[in-house]
T-cell receptor
Framework: GESVGLHLPTLSVQEGDNSIINCAYS??????FIWYKQESGKGPQFIID?????DKRQGQRVTVLLNKTVKHLSLQIAATQPGDSAVYFC????????????FGQGTRLTINP | GAVVSQHPSRVICKSGTSVKIECRSL??????MFWYRQFPKKSLMLMAT?????????EQGVEKDKFLINHASLTLSTLTVTSAHPEDSSFYIC????????????FGQGTRLTVV
């Protein structure tokens, strides 16, 4: 079946630098794409979402970009902090039907001091 | 934001026994809750959709008799792992959304199940 996947399993950046986490998706019918942050031993935490008819959305220190032409999603984190170290998942949701949330593989982000 | 509480956070049980995991929406009503399973260093895999007052909808490959789901009220869904085996050891996570169409899902803190 269709699923959401990620390009890189791990990413290390220096504290203060910007980080970009990428995701490739295959279900062109998805209505929303969401980024989650998961710290060790905890449940995922919502970061930001973007509707399929948008190409960019900004939050506090985070920006999500959506390129439907190549089915690519990215999360940019500005001025990374030690607390940003976590696993980041992209997920997609189809509003019709059961509205299930399907998760991608995940990228572990490590912030180096 | 809305709070979803999951209990217990950790449980160790013997093979052959059953374990119940509770998922509660503390400050909102959730007609639909979702149960996920997560293996180490892996993504969340949707197991089933829990619907208040009706039978749960299971994903392909998930044994409904093995993973019993009950959604008896608008604030509580339970997952019971029956006749647990070591391969059932995993991290189980529930989530709920405020309303249908709302994309922001709130997750419980997860339950680490270890079957010995």
């Amino acid at each position: 079946g269709e699923s959401v996947g990620l390009h890189l399993p791990t990413l290390s950046v220096q504290e203060g630098d910007n980080s970009i986490i990428n995701c490739a998706y295959s279900n062109s019918a998805s209505d929303y794409f969401i980024w989650y942050k998961q710290e060790s031993g905890k449940g995922p935490q919502f970061i930001i979402d973007i509707r399929s008819n948008m190409d960019k959305r900004q939050g506090q220190r985070v920006t999500v970009l959506l390129n439907k032409t190549v089915k690519h999603l990215s999360l940019q984190i500005a001025a990374t902090q030690p607390g940003d170290s976590a696993v980041y998942f992209c997920a997609e949701i189809l509003i019709q039907g059961a509205q299930k949330l399907v998760f991608g593989q995940g990228t572990r982000l490590t912030i180096n001091p | 934001g809305a709070v979803v509480s999951q209990h217990p956070s950790r449980v160790i049980c013997k093979s052959g026994t059953s374990v119940k995991i509770e998922c509660r929406s503390l400050d909102f009503q959730a007609t639909t809750m979702f149960w996920y399973r997560q293996f180490p260093k892996k993504s969340l895999m949707l197991m089933a959709t829990s619907n208040e007052g009706s039978k749960a909808t299971y994903e392909q490959g998930v044994e409904k008799d093995k993973f019993l789901i009950n959604h008896a009220s608008l604030t509580l869904s339970t997952l019971t792992v029956t006749s647990a085996h070591p391969e059932d050891s995993s991290f189980y996570i529930c989530s709920a959304r405020l309303t249908r169409g709302n994309t922001e899902a709130f997750f419980g803190q997860g339950t680490r199940l270890t079957v010995v």
